[in-house]
């Protein structure tokens, strides 16, 4: 590997040679291992391999670089005030991270809810302590990876919300289920610290250096205040402690499902492993729904939940929690049936037997299950439209064109795996988009006619493209909504609790698309291709337990 000669080698030429893809390779290859020995139970193995890999000056100069290039938020300061690092200091700085069992204090800052009025609470660590925290995180999310439940889908690796909601859709898909759709209140926040280091059952210096990070305390307009619960929002660290916080929950649901007295339509009593199957948990960070074909084991969850998370220092949001019905409003606590979850209304609707859905054996079920946009995303989308358009009522039309595509491409792809285009939501946001549009030409045409023969052209037939029209040969054109294509059937679910430490390479690069072990050509043709890489040749390189690649004799 071109790494510098010794970590004290601070020059930005050593920091430009480095071979990241074979440092890549190297902390990967470290955690699969940590990931195989976690699953096998082996925790001395796993401590072992972890130890290592934070010694490591591969993951410690690859942490650095995620911190500071890569990561969305790397221009926000902590109260150190440090925004951007040169590439020497980001070399220095890989040199420097270490467990040293102190922490400085994160800056507060409140940014607003998507939709609310409310304001969501962030700690910002140093530049320092994001670093470090990579470099931890790491060593963990490997070990974690190979226990955690396979129905949690938030803030893991190679898993998405549109696995959450398959997940929903399959379990609702051959009957209606009541669903217990519930919040849980500030869940960085009230987190019990010695709650989570049991659960952590790691001692020595990564124990000190965690309860160090959960008791900094913050500034906020210069006046510190101390923490004695939760993981500040905001750190590199948070979302896997807050996931560990949270583990067992389903588990503990399930157990609960293997003491109910259920039986098949036949009239024989449910097996052990069919009783866990028939209720179902998905949980997307604070999020999570509990579906079963009884209401009263459906309220028994409730009571069982409450008590669970009260043991860590958490709660149900009440105003975010109710007891709903897929299918019968009137078997809903509120009237309404159906529910939102993650952006997407999910409701099953009556329907005659030539629209209904079929079982598995071809019985007619007389209803089908719709899975759309939910009303307030799609009143969000449209305000971020108009707040576009409204931005730029004096710009030329190719400048509110290039800002207005990526949102609309940005929402449709979200939705793609919805019936949205099935119930002509689509087709509603483009009228919706042309209305605001069709106000932003009369003000600049003080005519609707005139506004039209300017703006929009005609293009394959179409004669409402809103586009440039300058004898363009490519004129520069508005994407609408209903051209992406759009179905609930196509997605494939990721596979149960499949992790991408345990090193399936065609798989997760026919999923993902990248893999520290693949070129990019070839982890993007396993994506193209769906992992079917008949006469491509993997061939990766050895290296040594340093990272470094064994030469040539």
Request: proline share 5%.
């Amino acid at each position: 590997m071109n790494k510098p000669k010794s970590d004290s080698q601070t020059n930005t030429e050593g920091y430009k040679n480095i071979d990241w893809r074979q440092v890549e390779r190297y902390v990967f290859k470290l955690q699969k291992r940590i990931y195989a020995a976690s699953r096998r139970g082996d925790v001395k193995q796993v401590r072992q391999l972890q130890k290592t890999l934070m010694r490591s000056w591969s993951n410690r100069v690859l942490a650095v670089r995620r911190v500071t290039v890569e990561n969305q938020g790397k221009k926000t300061a902590g109260v150190d005030g440090i925004k951007s690092l040169s590439p020497k200091a980001r070399l220095e700085l890989a040199g420097q991270l270490k467990l040293t069992g102190k922490s400085k204090p994160t800056r507060r800052v409140s940014i607003p809810k998507p939709g609310r009025n409310e304001k969501r609470p962030l700690g910002i660590p140093t530049m320092y302590d994001r670093d470090l925290q990579a470099v931890i995180k790491a060593a963990l999310e490997p070990e974690w990876e190979a226990t955690f439940e396979p129905n949690s889908f938030g803030f893991r690796p190679g898993r998405s919300c549109h696995d959450a909601i398959w997940q929903i859709k399959n379990s609702i898909k051959d009957k209606p289920k009541f669903v217990l759709d519930a919040d849980i209140a500030k869940c960085f926040d009230c987190i019990n610290h010695e709650t989570l280091l049991q659960k952590l059952n790691i001692k020595g210096k990564i124990r000190q250096q965690i309860k160090a990070w959960l008791k900094s305390g913050g500034i906020d307009k210069g006046a510190f205040t101390a923490t004695s619960l939760g993981t500040p929002q905001g750190g590199v660290l948070s979302p896997l402690l807050a996931n560990i916080a949270r583990h067992g929950l389903e588990n503990h649901l399930k157990e609960f499902a293997e003491t109910l007295s259920l039986r098949n339509p036949n009239g024989v009593i449910m097996a052990k492993r069919d009783r866990r199957k028939s209720l179902t948990f998905v949980r997307y960070a604070d999020d999570f729904v509990v579906l079963h074909q009884d209401k009263a084991v459906v309220q028994r969850c409730r009571e069982i939940i409450s008590d669970w998370l009260s043991d860590i220092g958490l709660e149900l949001k009440p105003e975010k929690t109710r007891l709903t019905h897929t299918l019968h409003p009137e078997l809903s606590e509120d009237g309404i049936a159906g529910f939102d979850f993650l952006g997407h209304h999910i409701q099953q609707y009556p329907v005659g037997k030539y629209q209904s859905a079929k079982n598995s054996q071809g019985k007619i079920l007389g209803f089908k299950t719709l899975i759309t946009p939910s009303p307030k995303s799609n009143k969000a989308h449209q305000e971020e439209i108009g707040r576009i358009i409204k931005k730029h009522r004096s710009s030329p039309q190719a400048v509110l064109i290039k800002d207005l595509n990526p949102v609309i491409r940005g929402w449709t792809s979200y939705y793609s795996n919805s019936d949205a285009k099935n119930v002509g939501e689509l087709s509603k946001q483009d009228h919706l988009t042309y209305l605001k549009l069709r106000r932003w030409a009369f003000r600049r045409c003080g005519n609707i006619n005139t506004g039209h023969q300017r703006y929009w052209i005609s293009i394959d037939g179409d004669n409402w493209v809103f586009a440039t029209k300058k004898g363009d040969a490519n004129p520069l054109r508005l994407l609408k909504h209903s051209e992406f294509s759009c179905s609930s059937t196509d997605y494939v679910k990721v596979k149960g609790d499949k992790s991408p430490f345990e090193g399936d390479l065609v798989y997760w690069s026919s999923r993902l698309g990248t893999s520290p072990q693949m070129p990019s050509r070839k982890a993007r043709v396993a994506q193209t291709t769906k992992g079917k890489m008949s006469g491509v040749r993997i061939k990766l390189p050895r290296m040594g337990c340093d990272g470094s690649r064994p030469q040539n004799p």
